[in-house]
């Protein structure tokens, strides 16, 4: 099997288009065309997990949090992310990250952690914006139902928890085919007037390449006449963090208990107790600092999340307890996850969880 045809089913898994846009997701080190016969899935590509894929006969690596996340100017060994790179390299060994593509998927990083605190009825806490494209084209009446029925084959028509979602209006369109054209209707030259339908249909960016082929196929015209929007609607499906409830309120020490036991975490920081029960929960695996106000806005009586400054527990203003389990802990089920994925995937392939701990934090 080779790389690309494994990055078509990680892609599917997490879509690179999900990502935000700082980070650095995908194929960092390898050929697409290189054959694979082993992956080795941890949480961070370090040099010592990439002696590990050497060990296990693994040469691809697929992590959580991206190796490479700036640029490069040297590569000496002089630093973790250079070694791990040289190695990699010296061995053969490709290098995929999904990090936040995958923190974003309704399924991926914070519905594990919902999961893992055993809260339910959970939802997007941070929908993506920008991301629900719109379809505007032209066809004949009698293509309609072929051409709609294509799209949504295709993916677009898709809005919450309904399907096969469009809009069609009926007008009439003209137009002039030139000396060079060979028009579907009429002859070249001549103005032509045609009833057409006026098709509209939403889709995820990341369906736009499939999207315009799947319309150019099935178009009977030589130019298809077209419009795509970018909506400012916010994507419930998609996005940062997570918010849910327990089944049974639990009072704050008891709850902090609750998440210490579920996430193995050697510590939590948190901010003053507001002596009330805890029932709706917010999380955010990794740094979640930005979504505080979310968190408060959305009723949330406690938010779990990594990486809190001193002066951002202030904002918790008396509404909500904010708690800090630690970076890895808050992400530590991902890689998990991932090769529960892959395996079902692929079943007759080698797929190993890493051994390696690779969580830099230690608590005495």
Not at 71 to 83: A, D, F
Not at 215 to 242: K, P
Not at 279 to 292: H, M, T
Request: charged share 25%; glycine share 6%.
């Amino acid at each position: 099997m080779k790389i690309k045809q494994i990055i078509d089913i990680l892609e599917e898994m997490a879509p690179l288009s999900y990502a935000e846009d700082f980070d650095n997701v995908g194929l960092l080190v390898g050929n697409p065309q290189q054959d694979i016969n082993g992956i080795l899935v941890c949480h961070d590509a370090l040099d010592t997990v990439i002696e590990e894929a050497i060990e296990k006969d693994c040469n691809m690596v697929v992590c959580f949090h991206p190796i490479l996340f700036t640029g490069l100017k040297k590569i000496t060994g002089k630093n973790y992310v250079e070694r791990a790179v040289i190695k990699a390299i010296r061995h053969d060994i490709a290098i995929y990250a999904v990090h936040t593509a995958l923190d974003n998927h309704k399924e991926g990083v914070n519905k594990i952690f919902c999961e893992a605190l055993g809260l339910t009825q959970t939802k997007i806490l941070l929908p993506k914006s920008s991301y629900i494209k719109k379809l505007v084209t032209y066809a004949p009446i009698e293509e309609t139902a072929t051409i709609k029925q294509a799209l949504f084959d295709a993916g677009a028509g898709q809005i919450g928890n309904y399907q096969d979602c469009s809009f069609v209006s009926t007008g009439t369109g003209s137009f002039r085919g030139n000396e060079d054209s060979s028009p579907t209707i009429g002859t070249k030259r001549e103005l032509q007037t045609v009833t057409e339908s006026k098709i509209e249909v939403t889709f995820e960016k990341h369906l736009e390449t499939k999207i315009l082929k799947t319309l150019f196929d099935q178009h009977s015209y030589e130019e298809v006449a077209y419009e795509i929007y970018t909506l400012e609607n916010a994507y419930q499906h998609i996005g940062m963090g997570m918010i849910g409830e327990l089944d049974i309120a639990m009072s704050e020490t008891e709850f902090l208990e609750h998440v210490k036991i579920r996430t193995q975490t050697g510590g939590i920081r948190h901010s003053p107790f507001l002596n009330r029960p805890i029932k709706r929960v917010a999380v955010l695996g990794g740094s979640g600092s930005f979504a505080i106000k979310a968190a408060i806005q959305q009723g949330a009586d406690a938010f779990i999340t990594a990486d809190l400054k001193y002066h951002q527990f202030y904002e918790a203003e008396n509404q909500i307890l904010l708690a800090d389990i630690g970076h890895f802990e808050s992400e530590r089920y991902t890689k998990n996850y991932i090769v529960d994925y892959l395996t079902k995937k692929m079943p007759n392939f080698a797929i190993i969880l890493s051994s390696i701990n690779t969580n830099p934090v230690n608590y005495l």
